[in-house]
């Protein structure tokens, strides 16, 4: 594999269909909270289940994110991250399972709100294929499903959707401002 900057692979063969399993038994969801999509032009491809968020006023302090109200419907996938977080000796600030349209793309952005400068950003590959792709600077990679990888979200970065199915990933965000990759 070569040499990236930007990305970090983490895990591999990680069993997700009890995830899928979920997402499959909820499908309703996805249409619940359209809040990402419709007030952020960077996202209006996507749809997302959010199931860890940080509300205001507690944004810029926040440590440990709050359930969503739909987290309840995914014991599997909320386990799963909590205990993940606890792994990294971190917290669990948000997290969403998020679906990338067909030919759908994450337009070219930077997180640099202050809230993501103690925190690192992970994809982990539920639904995907080769046409998949997220781009962080001036390097890209496809995430398979069961892949986790972490990447550096304070850089420029896109995702695209070059195929006619759903890309779907958990995207969460773990508080560790002493152990960041980046």
Known sequence: ???LNNFRLLQINIDIDCFKSEIKNNQSLWDSNVLRQTTLNTQKMTKAIPLFVAKPPFYFFLKQGFKSSASRYFPNTVKWLLDFAKKQNG???????VLLKPNGQVLRHIDHHSFYKTRDRYHLGLQTNP????KCGDEEISIKEGELWAFNNKEYHE??????ADRIHII???YKPQELFW
Do not use: V
């Not at 917290?91 to 399972?97: D, P």
């Not at 046409?131 to 997220?134: M, T």
């Not at 995702?159 to 006619?164: D, G, L, M, P, Y």
């Open 159 to 164: 995702a695209f959707n070059n195929s006619k």
């Open 131 to 134: 046409n998949c792709l997220l």
């Open 91 to 97: 917290k669990l600030s948000k997290a969403a399972i």
């Open 1 to 3: 594999m070569r040499n």
């Open 172 to 174: 969460f965000d773990i």
